[in-house]
């Protein structure tokens, strides 16, 4: 339980975002562009985090398939933020040794001649520490 | 030297069980000017109010210090006990020994001592206490109703059936607000025309009420029972005493391009117009933004075709100037823009509407003649989405209101219905965050549209509205069963938030009445004093005052017109004392108080003096009008000279008090 | 008029074009852009996280770079430009982080959020006007009916970005046409084209890219123009569909006569 709750804790302070706020509205997953991919939809972040169910969150590769795109950030009616708590998540498992997703070795084999630099620098930005 | 009297209560264990009530009383009999202390399990019950009526004739008290509830609640109770006694009212203090001290303290020493501290404060105010009585004033019997709606309709009617008389202030040229426009009702469904227009009749031909229509209050002065009203009457360019409301203008003007507002822009009326057909009253007007006559001298052609007259292309606004001694606010609600939550597509999409735009669509009198048809191309639909919430209960943004609208769910459940009732082809897809129907008969109507008309209720929100071709492509969440769907629409309805018509604020700064962060006027106290604003003589009536739906605003009408009754029955209103009073002698008419007053209750006065050297001076000196003055002390701040004093709050006193607090 | 000018690691590289045209056309409206010293990669995605600080030091430097110098920090690159703007609004308004940066960078620099961020297309709004590019325009791309593409990373989040109605913007529409073309207005002009989860997975990149296009073309579109890079890339590569995708500063060069380079050194031998 003590861990339980130091996670949650962390994921707030690291986040910012007051799961409280939210009115259980759907609004965030109803515009979420990554929806389908998603094992864990943005509502979800927040009332898992709000309940201080994490651990699932974590297991789980949803954050991978945020587009950080604050569709979810702009069009919530309660101002909850969710984009901020996929953010915080990710960066719980990534911050972790050896929890890259994404390394440096495995990007010469996707490079096609068109993509621009900013591709991957983001990509290494979001999957890699 | 006062004789004090003082009364300890224990409110039960509210105050006694953080208080030591015993201790209180005996500390207290040791004050100056203490003759007599104290303590009672309910000081304002009967036998508590006997008790004191006893000691002050068996003492022969002077002043009285009860410690006790807040003076909010028991303080009009306890100076009925004194004058009943024989002492004037005035000569009362409370001290707040329960929602000051005893409710906000846990410990017995420490709230004991706060509880002498308090009495001992109150002593030394009752010591310095001098009887006061209050003036009198007339009251003008006539009402004031601002706002034509059916919130102004009921009052004006309730008011005017009691035998007052009343006139209704409308900024339209008719009178029917929100309500004329609607097509059904919940939860009974009747015809919102059929059970209005009758009311609209009454009020238009009440020997009692008289109608300003296309008017607008523009000042207020006075106070409760004698305010002083100026009314502008916009020129309509039209003779109200000749025009028989035939309508033959109305199809002659060749200005045929202009919004009709009636129809929330759906359709087009001519610029000289009578809103709609039940109108009252049933007068034409010139709309001056887009006749052409008035614009370039040439056209002419209403005149014309009128034979009654009455057009009158040099009408001028006009002001009036009429007494009051009640107001009533009934200015209503508006649908907000939507413009902010565009991801809806309301800007993009011409069958993507408002609820209200909705009720004309389907109303038989609206631009489709009751047929639903898509205002884009005018097919009819076949999959229809409401989306509720749109604007309500929003939070942090700087869009949207943070209040549940709270008519929104009834509305919406009678739309899906009706659509579902006439439209049996048709698909109706409400999406919803909760359903809320607390109202009698509400919850029912709601499950009739799910289980007798197969309306598809989905918990969720909708995200995003993508117009594509003639298909409305509505993506939201379906929270139950956890996925994210998309519908082909033909039609997409929003349940817009509403918020209180742009004219309330103005006219709160007028009436110095108090409004919330929503501009809703604050009623003077939200459970036992609903329909009066903290104003006196103002009251509250409709949705100005909160949102609420047509059998609440009814009611809510019917209490204000029944304040106002109480209110214009009286001959004569009793004032409150405790207002500012100069000090001819020290004032040296510098205008600071003058300046700070927000009531505009003082003058000055150029009066003659007697000097020590015998001579005579003329000096211009403050004047306050007791029945303005509300008592607030600004001006007792601001004066330089130390003349302006509050009567029953004189400076004197309120040093004495703070003296003892700090002793 | 001289600002501060912040390209980003992939306008020097695969995105040329919007760097050049952005500088050549940005001269002929009177505007200087003086690209800043040392500049380094703004990472191209802003972590929301409140205890990131190392990967916004880029960013901050470059923000104090044109406080120094007081001028305005122009990118042209939606996702410079948003990193730059989220970190400037964190260095205002999260006092902890920006005490924290401020303790790192010391003593070289005390910065707070004292620089304007501004993207290329404000610049053109609320600097130079539309009103005198059109005047400026030679060769107006008149019957082109043009759609913008905002994406996701000019407009949001909309309380940091504050450019445009996140909802319904304006401003590329109002620039296409003061360069004498038709804008074609369609609803998912501000939805995310996949930006990086296209490496992670491609399937999405394509569903989200296909859905913009699909949109655009279905409303008229004949062309699409970005400030994107990423976008650019995703729309044209996993689009699916060949409605060309270009960079709004080509246009504005084509429409301003300067699209050739030999053109705008006549130009301004001209001039």
Redo the contacts between chains.
């Keep these: 339980m003590a861990e339980r709750n130091n996670m949650k804790e962390q994921i707030l302070r690291t986040s910012g975002v007051n799961p409280l706020k939210c009115m259980r509205c759907g609004k965030c997953s109803a515009t979420c562009p990554a929806y389908d991919e998603m094992e864990y939809h943005p509502h979800q972040f927040v009332y898992m985090v709000e309940t201080g169910d994490i651990e699932p969150l974590l297991n789980s590769e949803s954050f991978y398939k945020c587009l950080t795109c604050f569709a979810c950030v702009d069009r919530c009616p309660r101002s909850v933020e969710p984009a901020k708590l996929v953010e915080a998540a990710r960066l719980m498992v990534i911050r972790e040794q050896g929890k890259n997703r994404l390394k440096p070795d495995d990007i010469p084999a996707q490079l096609d001649e068109d993509m621009p630099q900013q591709l991957l620098v983001s990509a290494l930005r979001k999957y890699s520490k | 030297m006062q004789r004090i009297g003082v009364f300890v209560c224990w409110c039960g264990t509210n105050i006694a069980g953080t208080v030591d009530v015993v201790k209180v009383a005996q500390t207290l009999a040791n004050e100056p000017g203490v003759v007599f202390s104290a303590d009672y399990q309910y000081m304002c019950s009967q036998a508590g109010q006997d008790m004191i009526k006893e000691a002050v004739k068996k003492h022969k008290l002077t002043g009285l210090v009860i410690c006790s509830c807040s003076p909010r609640m028991h303080e009009a109770t306890f100076r009925k006990t004194a004058a009943a006694a024989g002492l004037n009212p005035y000569m009362v203090e409370i001290a707040n020994i329960r929602e000051q001290c005893s409710w906000v303290h846990k410990e017995m020493p420490i709230g004991t001592e706060k509880a002498i501290i308090l009495g001992k404060a109150a002593v030394a105010k009752v010591n310095l206490n001098a009887p006061l009585t209050p003036g009198e004033s007339p009251v003008t019997k006539r009402a004031l109703v601002i706002g034509g709606g059916i919130a102004g309709i009921q009052t004006a009617l309730d008011i005017a059936d009691a035998g007052f008389p009343v006139d209704i202030v409308e900024k339209l040229p008719t009178i029917g607000g929100k309500m004329a426009q609607l097509d059904k009702t919940f939860p009974t469904l009747d015809c919102a025309a059929c059970i209005l227009t009758p009311k609209m009749v009454d009020a238009g031909q009440h020997e009692k009420i008289r109608i300003f229509s296309y008017s607008e209050v523009t000042d207020i002065g006075g106070f409760v029972g004698n305010f002083h009203v100026t009314i502008k009457k916009k020129a309509r360019y039209v003779r109200e005493d000749l025009c028989t409301g035939c309508g033959l203008c109305t199809e002659k003007c060749p200005q045929k391009k202009v919004p009709n507002e009636f129809n929330l822009g759906m359709d087009t009326r001519r610029a000289i117009y009578i809103p709609f057909a039940q109108a009252v009253p049933k007068i034409a007007a010139i709309d001056e933004d887009y006749c052409t006559m008035l614009k370039t001298g040439k056209c002419g052609v209403c005149a014309k075709v009128c034979t009654a007259g009455a057009i009158d292309y040099k009408q001028q606004d006009e002001y009036i100037t009429v007494d009051y001694g009640a107001i009533v606010a009934a200015t209503g609600y508006n649908p907000i823009s939507m413009d902010k939550f565009d991801e809806f597509a309301y800007s993009q999409s011409k069958d993507v509407i408002t609820s209200l735009e909705f009720e004309r669509l389907t109303n038989a009198a609206g631009p489709t003649a009751g047929k639903l048809l898509r205002p884009s191309d005018g097919k009819h639909p076949h999959t229809i989405v409401f989306v509720q919430c749109v604007g309500s209960r929003c939070s942090g943004a700087d869009k949207g209101k943070e209040y549940c609208s709270k008519i929104c769910c009834m509305y919406t459940a009678k739309h899906a219905m009706l659509t579902r009732d006439k439209y049996p082809d048709t698909d109706v897809y409400v999406f919803y965050i909760d359903v809320r129907t607390p109202g009698k008969n509400f919850d029912e109507f709601y499950r009739r549209a799910v289980e007798e008309y197969g309306v598809h209720y989905i918990k969720g929100m909708v995200g995003k509205v993508t117009p594509d071709g003639d298909k409305l492509v509505v993506q939201a969440s379906d929270l139950l069963a956890g996925k994210q769907m998309k519908i082909d629409a033909d039609l997409v309805v929003l349940a817009a938030a509403i918020e209180p018509d742009k004219s309330a604020r103005p006219l709160a700064t007028l009436l110095t009445a108090s409004m919330d962060t929503n501009d809703f006027f604050t009623e003077a106290h939200p459970k036992l004093r609903p329909v009066e604003s903290p104003t006196a003589g103002v009251f509250l009536s409709g949705t100005c005052q909160g949102p609420k739906d047509i059998p609440e605003t009814v009611s809510q009408a019917g209490a204000a017109a029944s304040k106002v009754i109480g209110l214009l029955a009286k001959d004569k209103l009793m004032g409150n004392p405790c207002v500012a009073h100069s000090d001819e002698m020290m004032c040296n008419g510098c205008s600071s108080c003058e300046k700070v007053c927000p009531y505009g209750a003082i003058t000055y006065a150029d009066k003659e003096y007697r000097m020590p050297d015998r001579t005579t001076k003329v000096r211009r000196v403050a004047v306050v009008n007791e029945a303005v003055c509300q008592g607030c002390g600004c001006c007792t701040v601001a004066c330089p000279s130390g003349a302006m004093d509050l009567k029953g709050f004189a400076s004197a006193q309120i040093m004495a008090e703070v003296d003892a607090i700090c002793k | 008029m001289k600002v501060s000018y912040f390209p980003?690691?992939?306008l020097k590289?695969?995105?040329k074009d919007l760097d050049t045209y952005a500088r050549r056309c940005a001269e002929v409206l009177g505007i200087t852009m003086e690209e800043i010293e040392n500049w380094q990669?703004c990472?191209?995605?802003f972590?929301?996280?409140?205890?990131?600080i190392a990967?916004k030091l880029s960013s901050v430097r470059a923000l104090a770079y044109a406080a120094e110098k007081e001028q305005i920090l122009v990118s042209v690159?939606s996702?410079c430009h948003n990193v730059l703007k989220q970190t400037n609004h964190a260095m205002q308004n999260d006092a902890d982080f920006a005490l924290r940066v401020n303790n790192y960078c010391a003593p070289d620099m005390a910065y707070h959020g004292e620089t304007q961020v501004m993207h290329y297309l404000e610049l053109l709004r609320d600097v130079v006007g539309f009103d005198k590019i059109r005047e400026k325009v030679v060769n107006p791309l008149t019957g082109k009916k043009i759609g913008a593409y905002y994406?996701?990373l000019l407009?949001?989040?909309?309380?940091t970005m504050q450019m445009d109605?996140?909802?319904?913007p304006r401003i590329m529409e109002d620039f296409i046409r003061a360069i004498g073309a038709e804008p074609v207005?369609?609803?998912?002009r501000n939805?995310?084209c996949?930006?990086?989860?296209?490496?992670?997975?491609k399937?999405?990149a394509a569903k989200?890219s296909a859905?913009v296009l699909?949109?655009a073309a279905?409303g008229g579109a004949e062309l699409l123009v970005t400030a994107?890079?990423?976008c650019?890339?995703n729309l044209?590569?996993n689009g699916g569909r060949d409605l060309p995708v270009v960079y709004f500063t080509e246009l504005l060069a084509e429409a301003l006569g300067v699209l050739d380079a030999t053109q705008g050194v006549k130009e301004e031998n001209n001039g």
């Design positions: 980003g690691c992939t590289n695969k995105a990669c990472g191209g995605v972590s929301t996280a409140k205890d990131e990967s690159c996702a994406g996701c407009l949001r989040p909309g309380k109605d996140v909802e319904n207005v369609y609803a998912m939805e995310c996949g930006g990086y989860v296209t490496l992670e997975d399937n999405l989200t859905a699909d949109n279905a994107c890079p990423l650019r890339y044209v590569k």
